[in-house]
Structure formats: structure tokens, C-alpha cells
């Protein structure tokens, strides 16, 4: 039976509700941060009615949106109040690419638009050499034939530039920023696009501007995988940078001992509630390598890895030494996996990376 042309077309003979009705009241259910309706956004979907039951599926920007609770109860409730709806079943999807550049031409995802996938590099506290596992584990994929990019996102200490030994800033075409390519990397870092020696205090909206600018303004061309070197701790700024990456998995990087250890602990659980993926942990300075025929030193005591790995059911992809070569190379600019890829730890490295590319597959 067809309805007539009020406003919420519900057949309130028999208190049905069609999906004329449903529209018609969803348009009041907006985008908190583009203010916009879902419905005209497209972010609603397959809407169909059943004996009073709707069904619909609900496109978000991305799957970790953090509003997808107050987004799905508010369409939950809108609907609940008319008449005839018995129940409402929301499938949760996510907008695709193309979908994401229309409507938002600025959309920090166009830059990554031909990167398949990204790995951010994230720790519980600062110091526990994230920032050298990401450049090593992002040598150690390139190594396997893969493009690689290597994005420096810290906005406590930049440090990728005097890693790596990259001097200069990138050049600019077209509005666009050319990555500085080194050891077969294309490389970013936050260091590059501000004044070397200004302190910056990173709040907020001026953290998510840079990154922005980092992922959407950088022509990173295509890549198998992205880098991405993400601030210690959970603070906001690690978080918002993780957020801001559709579909980025985490490689944890840990120290041994016990301290450290709860600092990790942290950062696993916020980033499981933000339902972001870890793909594992990497033990960083879990003993001190002495000559072949020494043993090897537990400085920072044992078992710190292997135990998060226990707790949180999370693959132990390597546990790294301690060793002079990596120390020297921070200062260097030139990583173990440059100076020696087929060492001990050299070995390590690709292990950890042949892990992370079958955790992929
Ligand atoms: N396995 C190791 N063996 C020897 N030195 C190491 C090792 N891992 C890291 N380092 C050294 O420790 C220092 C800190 O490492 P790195 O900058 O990678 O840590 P980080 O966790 O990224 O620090 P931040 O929290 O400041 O970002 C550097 O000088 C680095 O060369």
C-alpha cells in the first residue's frame, strides 16, 4: 500500500512502517564532525523493513571510527521512537576510497591511496628504540623487494633524520612534497617540515594537521608498505596519529623489564579499544651480545616479551641485543640492516619482518 506525502509516510493503520519512513526520519541523524546528514553523506545504506524490523548498513569513514557508538545509538534511537519499529539491526561497514576522496577531497587517506598496507611502530614509553626497530624492520621488508616508506610522525623528538643521516628539506611539486629517498626508502619525517632547533608544543589540532599534511599533501606513490615511527607512550598525540591511519597495524616494541612492561600494557589496551590491529611484539635490548664465545647478558632482566605475548595472545616476532653496531648507527646515520643485514641480529630483523609479511597474507 502506498503512503501518502506526510512527513514520516508511516502506515499507521497497522502501525507498519515502510522505508519512505525510515528516510525520512534518519535525516536528522548527522556526521558529528561534518555536521551533516548520514543519509544525504551516503553513509547509509540497504535500508529494508521487515514486520517492523529495519535493517540498514551504516558506511563509516573507518572502522575504528571512535564515534561509532553514539553514532549507531542515535540512529537506534531516532528509529526506536516511530511507530510500527520493533527492532533495528545496524550493519557496520566502511566507506571505500573512492567513496572517501569525494567527500573529502582532502582526506588524509588520498596520499596513502596507493599504499597497501601500513605498519605503525608504537611503544609504551619513550626510549625503548621504537624509532630503531622502524627504520631496521622497514630495511629489513625493502630488503625483500618491497617498496617501503618510512614516516616519522614523533612529535616529541623527530629523530628518522639523524638516523638516517638526511640532510635538507624534501621538495615540493605541485603543492605536493617529494619524500627524501635513502637506503631505497621514501622518507618523512615531522623534523623535515619544521624550523630545525624550534621547540614545538604539539597540541592537538596542530598534531593533526602535520600528520594530515604528512600522509595527504606527500607524494608517497606506490608502496607495499608504510613505515610509520609513532610518538612514545599513549598520549594523545600517539593515539591521534594511529587514528588518523585507515587500517594501520601496530608492531609493539617493548624492553624486558618489568617497568617497561606496564607502560606496554597501557598501550595495548587503548589501542585494542580503538580496535586497532597489533600485528606483535619485537623485544628490544633483551640481552647484551658479548663475542661468540660469551654469554649473553641480561641486562634489562628476561621474559618481558614473552610474557606480554602470554597475556595478550600477540605473536613475538623478535627479541633484539643490545648491541654497539646498532648504538653506533643511531649516531652514524647508517642502520644495521645497511652496515651488516646478514648478521646475527641482521637475521633477526628479516625474521621479523618475513613474520610480519605472512601475518599480511
Ligand atoms: N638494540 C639496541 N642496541 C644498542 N643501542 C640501541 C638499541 N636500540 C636502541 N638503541 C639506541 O638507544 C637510543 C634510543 O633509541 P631510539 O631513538 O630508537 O628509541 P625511541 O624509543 O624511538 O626513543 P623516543 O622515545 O625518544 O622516540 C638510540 O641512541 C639508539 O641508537
Known amino acids: 500500500m502506498e503512503c501518502g506525502t506526510g512527513s514520516w509516510e508511516i502506515q499507521r493503520n497497522d502501525m507498519a ?5 525510515i528516510r525520512e526520519a534518519l ?14 553523506l551516503g553513509m547509509i545504506r540497504d535500508i529494508s523493513v521487515e514486520e517492523g524490523q529495519v535493517s540498514l548498513s551504516l558506511a563509516l569513514t573507518t572502522a575504528k571510527c571512535p564515534r561509532k ?3 549507531v545509538d542515535e540512529i537506534k534511537r531516532v528509529l526506536g521512537r516511530l511507530p510500527g519499529v520493533s527492532g533495528v539491526n545496524i550493519k557496520l561497514s ?6 572517501l576522496t569525494q567527500l573529502f577531497p582532502k582526506h588524509p587517506l588520498v596520499g596513502l591511496e596507493k599504499v597497501r598496507h601500513v605498519l605503525a611502530v608504537a611503544s609504551g614509553k619513550g626510549g625503548v628504540g621504537k624509532t630503531t626497530i622502524a627504520i631496521n624492520v622497514a630495511l629489513a621488508l625493502a630488503g625483500k623487494g618491497l617498496r617501503i616508506g618510512l614516516l616519522d610522525a614523533d612529535v616529541y623528538g623527530p629523530s628518522v633524520p639523524v638516523m638516517l643521516a638526511i640532510e635538507g628539506s624534501p621538495e615540493e611539486e605541485n603543492k605536493t612534497i617529494i619524500p627524501i629517498e635513502k637506503f631505497g626508502l621514501r622518507v618523512m619525517s615531522l623534523g623535515m617540515i619544521t624550523e630545525k632547533g624550534q621547540p614545538i608544543v604539539w597540541r592537538g589540532p596542530l598534531v593533526s594537521k602535520a600528520i594530515k599534511q604528512l600522509l595527504g599533501e606527500v607524494m608517497w606513490g606506490e608502496l607495499d608498505y608504510l613505515v610509520v615511527d609513532l610518538p612514545p607512550g599513549t598520549g594523545d598525540p600517539s593515539i591521534t596519529i594511529a587514528q588518523s591511519i585507515p587500517n594501520a597495524s601496530i608492531l609493539m616494541v617493548t624492553t624486558p623489564q618489568e617497568v617497561a612492561l606496564a607502560d606496554v600494557r597501557r598501550a595495548i589496551d587503548l589501542f585494542k579499544k580503538f580496535e586497532m590491529g597489533i600485528v606483535g611484539l619485537v623485544e628490544n635490548m633483551s640481552y647484551f651480545s658479548q663475542d661468540s664465545s ?6 634489562f632482566g628476561r621474559g618481558g ?5 602470554r597475556e595478550f595472545g600477540l605473536p613475538l616476532l623478535g627479541k633484539i641485543p643490545i648491541e654497539l653496531e646498532i648504538g653506533k648507527g643511531g649516531d652514524s646515520g647508517i642502520p644495521l640492516m645497511i652496515s651488516s643485514p646478514n648478521s646475527e641480529t641482521g637475521r633477526i630483523f628479516q625474521g621479523i619482518a618475513e613474520k610480519i609479511l605472512s601475518a599480511a597474507r
Do not use: M, Y
Open 17 to 21: 512502517v515502510n522505508e519512505r519512513g
Open 27 to 40: 535525516k536528522v541523524v548527522l556526521d558529528p564532525e561534518l555536521k551533516k546528514s548520514l543519509l544525504d
Open 69 to 71: 557508538d553514539d553514532i
Open 94 to 99: 566502511t566507506l571505500n576510497r573512492e567513496e
Open 294 to 299: 660469551g654469554k649473553p647478558i641480561a641486562i
Open 305 to 309: 616479551g614473552e610474557k606480554l605475548s
